[in-house]
């Protein structure tokens, strides 16, 4: 069975797909590797923006002119996690109590509720797959998944990619829908683990494992520009790597 | 004029009450003067207005903990990969400090305001948030007048007392060499006076050097420096020295109860002689 982590990584970079320039903000290890990637197999075309190191911020201001770039449309994609997401697509990076004295407490919400409006083809992601997190409403809105229609929006979710499946999103519903369910895990599962009503697509699938072209490249070129941003994360994603390939040659 | 200083009548110029702009802690653009604030810690101020530019950790958490602060508003604030900012968490929980909700844009926009000499800066996307609610008796939606139908938030300005940052190089001159920080850039020119400590010396003037020019903080913003090597840690510093990981660790342990952090403060900053 692939890697939780590898799989995501996958996901993550076919969403990248055609894409012109995507954002990645700080403390995003799987994010900027799926980035790194799509950027290798897209033949160098997708730039990137990424916090953390200097050899992938191409800014000559390093605060202001992110900002600069997304109201501009100047990127594409961008990845955002949350503590609580709902079935709006809004998210919660606040925390929960009653303001302003929270019971439990987040880090707070960067800049999503300016680049979650600005940046299209937004993926949302969790690392925990739970009702406690997939909720039916978020006790705060950090950054909303919608936006009536007179408001400025070029922005928005498109996916919502977690540990047991991958759900699309649709503006115009406002909902998602379940499109692929990770291999291992079923359709019952995610209902039985999901906090929010969602469609299921009618021709549902299993999420496909990354193509060997993929563990190719991660291998022979990505593993090392990730670890320049994130060396902790890189040699534990190397061992998955690592794995794969021998159950490969076994077979 | 600036004046070179030690690192305690740096701290010096820090007043109790004042809005006090701290920049990034995060990767290798963080410019934070670890060494002042412990100082400013010594020097037991109370009720400073923190405003994060747009995000911190170790740095506000101790000023936090060491009860500095009234009010924090920030974009984030963690400890990042040693967990979240253990005092943040508790004194706000406890209603030891008012947490005033933003977002790093919001910052960026309403330093940006100060910095123009502006009441106030429009910023994009943000509305639907809770933060809006939040901060309605300071933030306002506006319809955009050019043309109608287009709503729009408006942010005050925020024009900090003070600004606190740490630099590679200062020269005699008193300019400071902050290359491409836009952190420390707008805060510093926002704020009324900015206090910085540098790792080195410059020899000549940083304004003679072309390529270093435009990363120049000029001398007219600076009221003071102190020469203070690794003056960020345990934070790292660009290309000048990694955090240190295992002091973060420490602190990270330690503050997470109010016994552990008296006894790190007591160790690291009271009982400490930093006067350079």
């Known amino acids: 069975m692939i890697s939780e982590r590898l799989l995501f990584i996958g996901t993550l970079t076919r969403l990248l797909a055609g894409r012109r320039h995507v954002f990645i903000g700080g403390a995003s290890p799987a994010p900027a590797t799926a980035a790194l990637l799509a950027r290798a197999l897209s033949g160098e075309t997708l730039e990137i923006t990424a916090l953390g190191d200097k050899r992938y911020l191409f800014l000559s201001n390093d605060y202001s002119e992110i900002f600069n770039c997304a109201a501009n449309g100047r990127y594409d994609a961008f990845f955002m996690g949350g503590g609580q997401i709902d079935g709006q697509a809004n998210i919660n990076l606040i925390g929960i109590g009653k303001h302003p004295t929270l019971e439990v407490r987040w880090p707070g919400s960067r800049g999503t509720p300016m680049l979650y409006m600005m940046i299209p083809n937004t993926v949302l992601f969790v690392e925990e797959h739970t009702r406690r997190v997939l909720v039916p409403r978020v006790d705060y809105i950090s950054a909303c998944g ?27 519903r406002g909902r998602f829908k379940l499109e692929s369910v990770n291999p291992g895990h079923s359709a019952a599962e ?62 | 004029m600036t004046a070179e200083a030690n690192v305690e009548e740096l701290a010096a110029l820090v007043n109790n009450g004042d809005v006090l702009g701290l920049p990034t802690s995060t990767g290798d653009y963080a410019a934070c003067s670890m060494v002042a604030t412990r100082a400013l810690i010594r020097r037991g101020l109370k009720d400073l207005n923190l405003v994060l530019v747009p995000s911190s950790g170790i740095q506000a958490d101790m000023l936090i903990g060491a009860g500095c ?105 008193g300019n400071i060499w902050i290359g491409r920080n836009g ?37 007219q913003y600076v009221r003071a420096i102190s020469h203070q090597p690794r003056g960020a840690w345990p934070l790292g510093f660009g290309d000048e020295y990694p955090e240190d990981a295992e002091e973060m660790r420490t602190y990270a342990e330690r503050a997470k109860t109010d016994e552990g952090f008296a006894s790190y403060l007591r160790e690291r900053v009271h009982d400490v002689a930093e006067v350079v």
């Open chain 2, 183 to 219: 952190h420390a850039r707008v805060l510093s020119h926002a704020a009324k006076m900015t206090l910085a400590t540098f790792e080195r010396w410059y020899e000549g003037n940083l304004f003679d050097d072309p390529v270093r020019a435009s990363g120049v903080l000029p001398a």
């Open chain 2, 69 to 173: 602060v009234r009010s924090i508003q920030n974009g984030v604030i963690s400890l990042s990969e040693y967990g979240a900012a253990p005092r943040y968490v508790d004194a706000q929980r406890r209603g030891r400090i008012l947490v005033k909700e933003s977002t790093c844009p919001a910052i960026e926009a309403a330093l940006t305001a100060a910095e123009r000499g502006l009441p106030f800066m429009p910023v994009r996307g943000i509305l639907g948030s809770d933060i809006v609610r939040l901060r309605a008796n300071e933030w306002m939606v506006i319809d955009n007048p050019y043309p109608p139908g287009d709503p729009i938030l408006l942010v005050p300005a925020i024009k900090p007392d003070a600004a606190l940052i740490h630099a590679p190089l200062a020269d005699r001159f």
């Open chain 1, 146 to 172: 919608t936006s009536d229609a007179r408001v400025h929006r070029p922005g928005g979710p498109i996916a919502l990619v977690t540990p047991r499946c991958v759900f699309s999103f649709s503006r115009e």
């Open chain 1, 190 to 251: 995610v209902s039985e683990h999901t906090g929010f009503d969602y469609d299921v697509a009618t021709q549902l699938q299993q999420t496909p494992a990354p193509s060997r072209s993929m563990f190719e490249m991660l291998n022979a070129r990505v593993l090392n520009e990730v670890s320049v941003i994130y060396p902790q994360f890189t040699r534990s994603l190397q061992e998955d790597v690592r794995v794969e390939f021998a159950a490969a040659v076994a077979n």
